[in-house]
């Protein structure tokens, strides 16, 4: 990849919309090229600034008044200057008029706070949820189609750092489909497909350092997510099935 090539996808880089070759290939071009690693460090400091709170504060009680007056003093001579020259306009309907322009103006001026910065863990559980949805959208559903376990983890060998567990699940429910590359954490992950009664499960794993944790339920636009950490990997879970059967999906593993 040359520059020209890293300049037009840096952009979809950073928003985490380029798929698992383009990434890599973005990643290993900034790692050479100091021009577009400092094109990149730019944008993102950029990107930080717009999202910090130091962009936003909150009006004082006193300003907020002194608003709300002058709006109020404002519409009402507006409203008494128009409701001589509108005579061919019923005042009930001049009166709605000026409310619906009163509170237009109020609702905008007495906007003064932003809404809360995501929490942690917010972007991994996004990009999860992205990473899912594409793969549904963009027939990208598995790289190697297996319902063996003994198949699926070979292939991952030399494509990743570590090597994924897989389970067969077939007597709890679970069908295995295959499995497949993904980036989710800034770095290449395993991707391993089950299916439910029609209904496709996403299980995305990698190692992390941090500790053992329970399973944690979270729901996005109707999909239903788990997150836990079990022998030093991070593991997520995603799909349109009932919460229930995610959760005990999770347990399995």
């Not at 798929?19 to 400091?45: G, K, M, S, V």
């Not at 809360?116 to 549904?136: E, K, N, W």
């Not at 297996?146 to 077939?170: A, E, M, Q």
Request: charged fraction near 20%; aromatic fraction near 10%; hydrophobic fraction near 40%.
């Amino acid at each position: 990849m040359n520059c020209t090539e890293a300049h037009r996808f840096l952009h979809a880089y950073i928003d985490n919309e380029l798929d698992i070759a383009h990434t890599l290939d973005i990643e290993r071009h900034l790692e050479t090229c100091a021009a577009c690693l400092e094109n990149y460090n730019e944008y993102q400091a950029l990107r930080d600034a717009m999202r910090s709170d130091s962009l936003y504060f909150t009006a004082p009680e006193k300003l907020q008044k002194s608003v709300s007056s002058a709006i109020r003093q404002r519409n009402r001579a507006t409203f008494i200057a128009r409701a001589a020259s509108w005579r061919g306009l019923g005042v009930a309907a001049a009166a709605c008029l000026i409310v619906v322009a009163l509170a237009v103006l109020m609702s905008g001026f007495l906007r003064t706070t932003p809404a809360s910065p995501p929490g942690p863990g917010t972007a991994i559980q996004q990009q999860v949820f992205d990473s899912h949805m594409r793969s549904l959208m963009a027939d990208h559903l598995v790289d190697i189609r297996s319902s063996s376990p003994n198949s699926i983890k070979p292939w991952f060998k030399g494509k990743l750092d570590y090597t994924p567990y897989v389970y067969d699940l077939t007597s709890n429910g679970y069908s295995l489909v295959g499995g497949r590359l993904d980036y989710l954490d800034n770095r290449a992950v395993a991707a391993i497909v089950y299916q439910r009664q029609g209904h496709t499960i996403n299980f995305y794993l990698w190692p992390t350092q941090q500790g053992t944790t329970t399973i944690a339920m979270s729901t996005i636009r109707g999909y239903h997510l788990a997150n836990w950490r079990e022998e030093n990997m991070n593991c997520w879970a995603i799909s349109d099935l009932n919460q229930s059967e995610i959760q005990k999906f999770a347990s399995l593993q």
